[in-house]
């Protein structure tokens, strides 16, 4: 298929060529072993996206010696591959994926062994034995009501006993654990009311079928937890995808590292064995595992993004010191360890990002908070019911039975329904405009908003680099992307994106050479040419340089014999709607900010072209700065949402109230995000502000449709009008118009044309072109 | 009431096998990947 073509294999050689010894130790190590002398490996391929992808890979795996079986899972874009314990170089399975084009991410199956799977695996056992039991007990129900009696009635009543009791008893489970550990702490929740309501409601229906008057409430218990799941495995479906920030980032750290003994070899040591001083070989393409110093005598690029955000690759000398987790770009160097791995900026933001997580549970939601009023008053209400009762008739069977009326028509059914499928269809809204919701509460949290904090790079611009089209001509620009088509650094791919852009050919370079921290040299015929800083370009530039405007921004520069030296400057681009955005904001009372781990002059160019006042902008934050400026923030003007990208972002992601994240963010970004946007343009934050603000309100209709049932339901169950088939009505009524209320918001919010959909979807790929896809 | 006996058996049977099933292909992987088994179908078996 066509399609796959988007993989070139030129990005492939990019993986293979790097040297490989610390990710066979580790993925050595990420095997689990099976009880029949196989082992399983997991890994993560985000490039997989159709059909094809899924043949060639179990195709070419399974061609491997030793693989036994490959499978691809399409939908979380990994592959399971099981081999014999006794293959010989198990690294063999990465290297024929990488060989097929798709870049593999090693996954550690500890880490995924989470009790979550089985939460979900038993909620929805529950909901189809409750599905199937109360769909049978209604159809029995039905003729009961209808007028059958004698032995038919009978029959009819056991055998809905038959289904209802075992049904109720299993498909209950979640709630009785959950009152039960309610009560044992000594405290009110929602399930206690519902647990009670269905266990008394089965007691009297079991006494009233078998020696009593034949009036049972079968279906009405069983229907209850129906409902009642039915809104439980939806909330929990929206929670689950709120988790694993904190196990992302620990696997952006490297897990070892090459270490130099004194007799010069090399030994790959676990990061918890680094201890400071040792000294270590980072190879081109490795993390640095932990905080160290360069050795003498070497230099190299590196990627420090997870610090500060920034894409433009810093260039580093002996001395220099570098933090664990940035990337070695250039060359391998010798570095010595100045701390162990629990002291380094990895483990710091891994702790910073803990804390932000406990912060958010302890957010009650819109349910909870009205569970603590709802709960009381409803067993209050039943107690004196019975109590009523009793003084005026002292008849105890019509006690209970007035009593268990009231917890049955005070059941929460509807309210149990009224958050989830208000924030399962803002969802699904949502997901047609672009826009992923990794968290079910995240709709109330961005409804109270107050101010919006913005980050720069990636967030208001564009995440890649671009060269201003300005200050150097064609002929000069035909040798530049000669030599930058030689390099992988970011700069050199903006450098040959602008030539494709302007139609320009590269010329053919020979000699080429990549001096670290000072830009590329080759020769054109004998003609030498340079590419990088400005010392090194203009050392061999000829001709008077030519002085266009704004060239002091410029970061990179060319030069060569029979050229001038020519300065290409590097530019921010802005998001789409990026102004429009923030003026919305504006009319909507919302004060914006700018944060960001770049300079305070580049910080400030950007403020003064959007509308955010002065002092609002922040320069040189760290990722601990900014989780403080925001916690500030938040003190001084009501709750934050925060928009950011970047790995050094992570920690402010999860500690604002709310947050949302471009999809070509990093991964640790998007796991600790509330909100994905697809699109290029910023137009998705405003479009998730206002829909939230919606769901909230509508939320809160929900609630006012099953209170106001209530009312009406409970004088009359109270004086003991209410009859199994008035239940049943009742309650199945008041779920029915909750969902279809909530069916509304389709139409408060129509599906953009199909035109913007698929101009988004276009501007998407291009940003990144392999993956969308949002970690489980 | 002959009839019941015999119907309602046959109802009851006739869910509980559905039920059965569902609980069978849950348990045995065959939601978890659901975006990839609309693409196997496709695929020609080799």
């Known amino acids: 298929m066509s399609c796959c073509i988007g993989v070139t294999p030129d990005q492939a050689a990019d993986f293979i060529g790097s040297p490989d010894a610390l990710r066979r130790e580790e993925f050595r190590a990420s095997g689990v072993a099976l009880d029949d002398d196989s082992v399983r490996y997991v890994l993560a391929a985000p490039a997989i996206h159709c059909a094809a992808c899924i043949q060639t890979i179990e195709r070419g795996l399974k061609r491997v010696q030793g693989v036994r079986s490959a499978r691809v899972n399409f939908s979380t874009r990994r592959v399971m591959v099981e081999a014999d314990a006794a293959m010989a170089e198990p690294f063999q399975i990465v290297e024929t994926l990488e060989k097929l084009g798709y870049k593999a991410e090693l996954f550690d199956l500890s880490g995924e062994l989470t009790d979550g799977s089985a939460v979900t695996a038993s909620l929805i056992r529950a909901l189809v034995v409750a599905g199937f039991a109360s769909a049978n007990v209604m159809l029995l129900s039905v003729s009961v009501w209808s007028g059958a009696d ?59 079928a078998t020696i009593g008057t034949g009036e049972s409430w079968f279906d009405a218990s069983v229907s209850l937890i129906f409902f009642l799941l039915i809104g439980r495995v939806l909330d929990h479906l929206m929670r689950e995808r709120a988790r694993g920030g904190v196990e992302q980032l620990t696997r952006l750290a490297a897990k070892g590292a090459m270490r130099i003994m004194p007799d010069g070899s090399t030994l790959y040591v676990p990061v918890d064995e680094i201890r400071p001083g040792m000294r270590l070989l980072v190879a081109v393409g ?61 483990s710091e933001m891994v702790r910073l990002m803990e804390a932000a997580e406990q912060g958010k549970a302890s957010y009650v939601r819109l349910a909870d908070k009205l569970a603590t009023l709802y709960a009381p008053l409803v067993h209050i209400l039943a107690f004196s019911t019975f109590a009523g009762w009793m003084l005026v008739t002292q008849d105890w069977h019509a006690a209970i039975r007035a009593a268990v009326c009231v917890l049955i028509v005070t059941c929460p059914c509807a309210l149990g329904l009224a958050v989830p499928i208000a924030q399962v269809v803002g969802a699904s809204i949502l997901m047609r405009r672009g826009i992923l919701v990794r968290n079910g509460s995240a709709f109330e949290r961005m409804a109270e908003v107050r101010q919006a904090v913005f980050d720069k790079t990636g967030t208001l611009t564009l995440p890649h680099l671009k060269l201003g089209a300005g200050g150097i001509d064609d002929a000069a ?153 925001i916690a500030a923030l938040g003190r001084e003007g009501g709750p934050v949402l925060f928009v950011g990208d970047g790995i050094n972002d992570a920690p402010a992601l999860g500690a604002a ?104 979807a276009a501007a998407a790929r291009q940003e990144r072109p392999t993956t969308l896809e949002v970690p489980a | 009431m002959t009839n019941l006996l015999i119907l309602i058996p046959i109802a009851l049977g006739l869910g509980a096998l559905g039920l059965c099933a569902f609980l069978w292909a849950y348990r045995s992987g065959q939601f978890e990947d659901l975006d990839g088994d609309a693409i196997r179908i496709l695929q020609d078996d080799e």
């Open chain 1, 286 to 346: 490795e993390r640095f595992a932990v905080d160290c110093r360069l050795a003498d005598g070497t230099r190299t690029d590196v990627d420090r993004s997870m610090a500060t955000g920034e894409s433009l690759p810093v260039s580093v000398s002996a001395g220099a010191k570098v933090e664990a987790g940035a990337v070695n770009l250039t060359r391998s160097v010798e570095v010595e360890a100045t701390a162990d791995a629990g002291h380094s900026l990895v």
């Open chain 1, 477 to 629: 620009l035909a040798a530049a992307a000669g030599l930058a088509s030689n390099s992988r650094h970011p700069l050199s791919q903006a450098v040959t994106a602008l030539a494709a852009g302007r139609g320009v050919q590269p010329l053919s370079v020979t000699d080429v050479g990549e001096i670290a921290g000072a830009g590329i040299e080759g020769r054109i015929g004998d003609m030498a040419v340079r590419l990088g800083r400005r010392d090194f370009a203009a050392a061999v530039a000829t001709g008077a340089s030519a002085r266009a405007a704004g060239e002091d921004e410029a970061t990179l520069w060319f030069a060569g014999a029979g050229f001038a030296l020519q300065p290409l400057a590097v530019e921010a681009e802005l998001r789409p709607d990026a102004e429009a955005t923030l003026r919305e904001f504006q009319a909507g009372g919302i004060t914006s900010h700018l944060l960001s781990g770049d300079t305070a002059a580049s910080v400030e160019a950007l403020r003064a072209r959007l509308p955010i006042a002065a002092g609002h902008a922040f320069a040189s934050m760290s990722p601990a700065a900014k989780v403080e400026r």
């Open chain 1, 150 to 208: 004698g032995t038919t009635r009978t029959l009819f009543l056991y055998l809905s006993a038959l289904l209802a009791v075992p049904a109720t008893l299993y498909a209950g489970q979640p709630f009785y654990r959950s009152a039960w550990s309610a009560l044992r702490s000594g405290r009110l929740n929602m399930d206690v009311p519902i647990a009670l309501a269905v266990l008394l409601t089965l007691g009297l229906s079991v006494y009233e």
């Open chain 1, 657 to 760: 109230h709310v947050s949302m994240t471009p999809a070509a963010a990093s991964d640790v970004g998007r796991a600790n995000a509330d909100f994905v946007f697809l699109n290029a343009s910023l137009a998705g934050v405003i479009d998730a502000w206002k829909l939230s603000r919606a769901v909230v309100s509508f939320v809160k209709q929900n609630f006012a449709i099953a209170i106001a049932y209530n009312t009406i339901a409970i004088p009359l169950a109270m004086f003991g009008g209410v009859t199994p088939l008035i239940a049943a009505i009742a309650m199945s009524s008041s779920s029915i118009i909750v969902v279809g209320n909530t069916l509304r918001l389709r139409l408060r919010f129509p599906d953009p044309k199909a035109l913007d959909v698929a101009a988004g």
